[in-house]
């Protein structure tokens, strides 16, 4: 039977493999690595180094490839998703059916960990749900952007005994979640947080986490927001790309 490995590559830092991800990644006989978007070059290279680095056997082969986008010009937002994951099932499905020879194992890298705003795991069990080809699979779990995050602030995630809330961009528009002090939002193009009344809330942000383009910058939301604007806005700029990821915090 084909084996496929969903394996969680951390949020950035090569070091955030962990040794299961290690032995899993010395199993591989075929990764596929799919980015998309501007950043694509970055995050493939280093999908590849992480091969390069921890693989005894360098007899393996890599296959990439483009991820479909979202047809940013629909206006039925969960249609443009449906449609767009549709598009990636009968990527992934083509892939696992000509790469991945009977005995062989296929391994798709993932960024950050595969439970958190990830659909590999769902477009797995979509090809096995449907006529695709048969396979058996196993998750190896991953440092999140939200781990790589706290830690980087050296700031705990929750305060003692309270909720926390992982949302994104999109939904923070509608205004901070109700009963949660602590919110970390990722996926978040517009500056959401711009919109909320910022008296009591801090802020812990931080982009390109883990990279040698780290930025990090904390503080309360009235004192740091331009700057975090500002900041964003250039690196962007520099870049061609962002990834960031903050913690809003009601300090009780
Ligand atoms: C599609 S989600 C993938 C999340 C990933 N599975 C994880 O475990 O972190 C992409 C979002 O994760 C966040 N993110 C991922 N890596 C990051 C990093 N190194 N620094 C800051 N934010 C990051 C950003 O909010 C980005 O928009």
Redesign the pocket.
Known sequence: MKKILII?IG??NPDYITMQAVKALNQVDVFFILDKGPAKEKLTRLRKDICEQYITDPNYRVVEATLPERDRHQPDYDQAVGDLNDAKQALFAQLIRDEVAEDQCGAFL?????????STIRILDGILAADGPVFEYDVIP?????Q??TARHKVPLNQIGRAVEITTGRRLLRGMPEGVDSVV????NNNAWRQLPDADLSIYW??????PD?ILISGKLAEVGEEIERVRTAAREANGWI???YLLRRES
């Open positions: 969680g949020a950035g993932v960024w950050g960990d595969p439970s958190l705003y990830d991953g440092i999140t952007s939200v790589a995050l939002v990722m996926l978040d931080g982009a390109y986490i883990g990279t780290e990834m960031d990821t």
